[in-house]
């Protein structure tokens, strides 16, 4: 006779990218599934970690394409936890920070599902630190936000227009289609020349990245090649990687003059 196992939902921060930056309570929580779904953002490496004897399921997408819809994801949580068991809905970074994670769980807990959740390494903030772009710095910003470019309704964020007059950094997630907006909006409030970076494939190995200002990042964009996923940073601690190279630079030569 089968044991019953209690319909469960857990949702999992895998990270930026980097599959050491995941946490130690996503890797037990990975461990102890009985089905897993994970999206296009998640680092496949991390997959090593999962019950050898859950089932793995695929539902991002690649080249433009959805495996699942969302409706069909939150009813394949519910059927396979009510089949199967616990359901892990592995996601990159923060599942709480743009990944729908708080829909699922929802959704789950209405047909009486048992929900958790394992936060994540948030890439609006990780992956400016991996290049040693802080968020925040004394005398530069105080505060950051961070955005959608584009909402349910594929339009460029309200909030962007609210950012841009601020002086605080502005992080913007899923705005690469956007671009040209987020520039003009910028430009309107005299910020041309403020610096921005834009960071593909954050902490990965393929990582790249752009050093413009608001005026010069589209020409940067194009002649990089950079496209999603991607993150906008935009703020004076841009400028802060630029300090940290030169010292680097400054003591090396120090360095090889004692050798």
Same mark, same amino acid.
């Given at each position: 006779?089968?044991?019953?196992?209690?319909?469960?939902?857990?949702?999992?921060?895998?990270?930026?990218?980097?599959?050491?930056?995941?946490?130690?309570?996503?890797?037990?929580?990975?461990?102890?599934?009985?089905?897993?779904?994970?999206?296009?953002?998640?680092?496949?490496?991390?997959?090593?970690?999962?019950?050898?004897?859950?089932?793995?399921?695929?539902?991002?997408?690649?080249?433009?394409?959805?495996?699942? *819809?969302? #409706?069909?994801? =939150?009813? !394949?949580? %519910?059927?396979?936890?009510?089949?199967?068991?616990?359901?892990?809905?592995?996601? &990159?970074?923060?599942?709480?920070?743009?990944?729908?994670?708080?829909?699922?769980?929802?959704?789950?807990?209405?047909?009486?599902?048992?929900?958790?959740?394992?936060?994540?390494?948030?890439?609006?903030?990780?992956?400016?630190?991996?290049?040693?772009?802080?968020?925040?710095?004394?005398?530069?910003?105080?505060?950051?936000?961070?955005?959608?470019?584009?909402?349910?309704?594929?339009?460029?964020?309200?909030?962007?227009?609210?950012?841009?007059?601020?002086?605080?950094?502005?992080?913007?997630?899923?705005?690469?289609?956007?671009?040209?907006?987020?520039?003009?909006?910028? *430009?309107? #409030?005299?910020? =041309?020349? !403020?610096? %921005?970076?834009?960071?593909?494939?954050?902490?990965?190995?393929?990582?790249?990245? &752009?050093?413009?200002?608001?005026?010069?990042?589209?020409?940067?964009?194009?002649?990089?090649?950079?496209?999603?996923?991607?993150?906008?940073?935009?703020?004076?601690?841009?400028?802060?990687?630029?300090?940290?190279?030169?010292?680097?630079?400054?003591?090396?030569?120090?360095?090889?003059?004692?050798?």
């Amino acid at each position: 006779m089968m044991s019953f196992k209690i319909p469960k939902l857990t949702v999992v921060g895998a990270g930026p990218g980097d599959v050491d930056l995941i946490t130690v309570k996503a890797i037990k929580v990975l461990k102890n599934a009985d089905v897993v779904l994970y999206d296009a953002l998640v680092n496949e490496e991390l997959l090593d970690y999962i019950n050898p004897e859950a089932e793995q399921i695929f539902v991002g997408k690649r080249r433009g394409c959805y495996k699942y *819809q969302q #409706e069909q994801i =939150n009813e !394949l949580i %519910v059927q396979r936890a009510k089949s199967n068991g616990h359901v892990v809905r592995l996601k &990159g970074g923060d599942p709480f920070i743009f990944g729908r994670g708080a829909e699922e769980m929802e959704y789950a807990a209405n047909f009486g599902v048992e929900v958790a959740m394992v936060p994540g390494i948030s890439s609006s903030m990780a992956v400016a630190a991996n290049q040693n772009i802080p968020v925040t710095k004394r005398g530069s910003s105080e505060s950051f936000w961070v955005i959608t470019g584009t909402t349910k309704e594929h339009k460029i964020s309200n909030d962007i227009q609210l950012a841009a007059k601020s002086n605080a950094t502005v992080v913007v997630l899923m705005g690469m289609s956007k671009l040209p907006q987020i520039v003009k909006l910028f *430009q309107a #409030e005299g910020k =041309n020349d !403020l610096p %921005v970076a834009i960071i593909q494939n954050g902490t990965r190995p393929d990582e790249k990245i &752009g050093i413009g200002t608001v005026d010069t990042i589209e020409n940067i964009v194009a002649e990089k090649e950079l496209k999603n996923p991607a993150i906008i940073l935009l703020g004076e601690v841009v400028n802060h990687r630029q300090s940290i190279l030169e010292l680097h630079s400054l003591y090396a030569d120090d360095l090889r003059g004692l050798v």
